[in-house]
């Protein structure tokens, strides 16, 4: 042996030092309240099976302000989720030939978007619809 310590690599805060990393975990930490809300689906499908009693506990427990505080900063961190998710979707799709052109990011985003803010409100078209 030679006397020398081995480098070791800091990497206590690496994603702190560059603000795209920064972004990309706040992006990344956002789908935590995706599955917690898709926790909170679970839970209410199986009050649901359990029975009238159980699901009717299950919608007031909704009514809750701690419940209420947590679907309204779901609701935030999901359509920052959605913003982000498609703002990175172009650089990490192959590329796009349409009509012997590239497809260029924007259009990418825009039209990803689009579709997302249709399909979402056609979907609460659809459940207002059906719980008239």
């Known amino acids: ?6 480098y070791v690599r800091p990497m206590a805060g690496w994603w702190r030092r560059n603000p795209y990393f920064i972004e990309y975990m706040v992006h990344e930490a ?37 419940c209420l505080a947590f679907s309204l900063l779901s609701l935030v961190a999901l359509v920052y989720h ?5 703002l990175i979707m172009p650089r990490t799709l192959p590329p796009i030939q349409l009509g012997g052109r590239r497809l260029s990011a924007r259009a990418i985003t825009t039209t990803g978007l689009a579709i ?17």
């Open 1 to 6: 042996m030679n006397g020398r310590r081995p």
């Open 116 to 132: 997302a803010t249709a399909s979402n409100l056609l979907l609460l078209l659809l459940v207002g619809w059906l719980s008239r």
């Open 82 to 86: 959605t913003i982000t998710w498609f």
């Open 30 to 66: 956002t789908a935590l309240f995706v599955g917690g809300y898709a926790l909170l689906l679970v839970a209410g499908l199986a009050c649901l099976a359990a029975g009238e009693a159980a699901w009717n506990a299950w919608l007031a427990w909704l009514a809750t302000p701690p």
